[in-house]
């Protein structure tokens, strides 16, 4: 009787086919590398750049509606009128941040840890990236928002392969807690808090591009990071 062995990307006796994934994306080194600080700090921005643009892009989708959670934290909706809006010392912030920052820690254990690691063994590493970013979005029940999740999974996919879960949980951290905080101050956009709106998406595509493009050159030519 046949049984399905463990994928471990590994060749024996010639060549081994593909999975779709491994086709999709080409070849990645075998295990996680640890990067140098600069490194992570770049990937854990372009992580918040990425999802900065997308968001301004599905703002422009039609029947694109904030999240229920960014409506109850800005006043729109559960009793918070927008001149009040919530300060940093209330106690339902912190419950708020709790909140953000558990599920962002709960979410990558979920999908770039048990469900990336099975996917992995069995089916292979692109597939594995891949299928999880599909599932992540869809976890989010809302077309707009799980389109953006998807591919903001994909990205923290690659970083997961490359350089492990703990960089990959960083990321994802900072990026819901950046949000969180300024949403509560009032903006719906945490980079153009700071900067003008063109200038905070010419920001964010530069942090979002370099990221995914040291990404992509670690996953096809296993650099050292």
Excluded at 175 to 186: F, I, Q, R
Aim: charged share 15%; glycine share 12%.
């Amino acid at each position: 009787v046949y049984k399905r062995q463990p994928h471990d990307g590994s060749s024996q006796g010639g060549h081994r086919p593909g999975t779709l994934g491994a086709m999709l994306v080409p070849r990645a080194p075998d295990a996680p590398r640890p990067m140098r600080p600069m490194r992570a700090i770049l990937q854990i921005l372009g992580l918040v750049g990425s999802s900065h643009l997308l968001e301004q892009l599905a703002r422009l989708l039609s029947g694109f509606e904030s999240s229920r959670l960014a409506r109850r934290i800005s006043g729109e909706a559960g009793g918070v009128t927008a001149d009040a809006g919530l300060d940093l010392a209330d106690p339902v912030f912190s419950a708020l941040l709790v909140t953000a920052l558990g599920s962002a820690v709960v979410e990558e254990l979920l999908f770039r840890g048990l469900l990336f690691e099975g996917l992995r063994r069995w089916w292979g590493r692109g597939t594995a990236v891949w299928v999880s970013a599909v599932l992540f979005g869809a976890a989010h029940l809302d077309v707009h928002h799980g389109v953006v999740a998807a591919i903001l999974g994909l990205q923290l996919g690659v970083l997961r392969q490359l350089h492990g879960l703990p960089v990959a949980i960083a990321a994802h951290v900072v990026n819901n807690g950046l949000w969180l905080t300024v949403v509560v101050a009032g903006h719906h956009d945490p980079i153009a808090r700071f900067l003008p709106s063109p200038l905070s998406l010419l920001l964010s595509a530069l942090l979002a591009g370099s990221a995914c493009a040291a990404l992509a050159q670690t996953w096809r030519h296993g650099e050292a990071p």
